[in-house]
């Protein structure tokens, strides 16, 4: 294969800019714009307008943002190395490669992707349901005060968090934010980790050990921070924490798009009957390492359903909290549940 001339750009053929531009779905692929960028024009001979940019993930040339000297020319132009964004925001990530990393793009492209094929031949809905899904990326967070707000707000902005979380995006960037402040303030860990899956952020640290009772019981800003979360995005957003491999680990879950599902320390009950309750109450036993249990129960279920499982699982809880979803608490089943088991939070 042929090298690239030094002084060189390894520009994008043609096909690979089509390329992209239809994986992306014709829309630029940062996850908080997702703008249309191609449409009519009056003025062009062509009659279309086209805002959109086939741009290197690691530059066409020495000297250019992320370059990567190891790539071969043929690399550099092929489409793996490209991404496909608005004009806007192609300037911006080369404005901030250190931002904007090699491994950040990627996963910005692979999102486009699988967004673009979700919306393939469907109507505009706010709720369809790609909507919701976050990019999957993580980073280490470190810092003081200021510096650590900016890396929170970056992150989340990052993986789409202020378009997938809307109205509630607020409220869960201070409570992530106090709690990675409380990790490294308090807590005395030196970095905090944060990763974003499809429809959650974890944030793990090694620090001191505290959960979700030791910040409702008291505090300042990590304590109004959790209570608001838990008063005003309850049935939206579950807060679990639970200690893995001797970290602290604090997941923010999107109820809306996981349902439970793969939900640290949940237990998921979509069926009725005998046998579904008595899987459940095994899967309860093999969470040891959670102080709250997230208990998702099936739609179908009826009183009967409920007494069954809560009457067996009292050695498996122990002192530990059970947290019912999809139970109003005013409802008369939501009134009738605490009268089964005392350790019960019904948060919806």
Known sequence: ????????????????????????????????????????????????????????????????????????????????????????????????????????????????????????????????????????????????????????????????APVSWGEHYEILRMAIYEIALNAMQHGGAKLVEIESRAGMVVIRDAGKRFGISDLTQNGRGGHQAVMDLLRHAAGSFALVYRVDNDENEWSFVDQIFTDGANTPCSVVAKGVGLNEITIAREELARLESCPEIHLYPGRLWSYSDFAMFLGGIGPSLGNRILVVHGVRRTSPLGRWLPSLIARIRLPD
């Open 1 to 160: 294969m042929s090298m690239q001339a030094p002084a060189g750009r390894d520009e994008f053929p043609k096909r690979v800019r089509d390329e992209l531009e239809a994986r992306a779905g014709h829309k630029c692929s940062r996850p908080t714009c997702r703008a249309a960028t191609g449409g009519p024009s009056d003025s062009r001979a062509s009659g279309e307008s086209n805002v959109g940019v086939a741009a290197h993930i690691t530059a066409a040339a020495p000297g250019g943002p992320r370059y990567d000297p190891t790539l071969t020319a043929e690399q550099r132009q092929h489409a793996d190395n490209g991404i496909w964004l608005c004009n806007n925001d192609a300037k911006i990530i080369d404005d901030d490669p250190q931002r904007y990393t090699r491994e950040l793009l990627v996963v910005w492209r692979e999102a486009a992707d699988e967004r673009a094929r979700e919306e393939q031949a469907r109507p505009i809905s706010p709720d369809a349901g790609g909507s919701r899904k976050l990019v999957a990326y993580q980073r280490r967070l470190t810092g003081d005060r200021p510096a650590l707000r900016r890396a929170v707000e970056e992150f989340l902005v990052d993986i789409g």
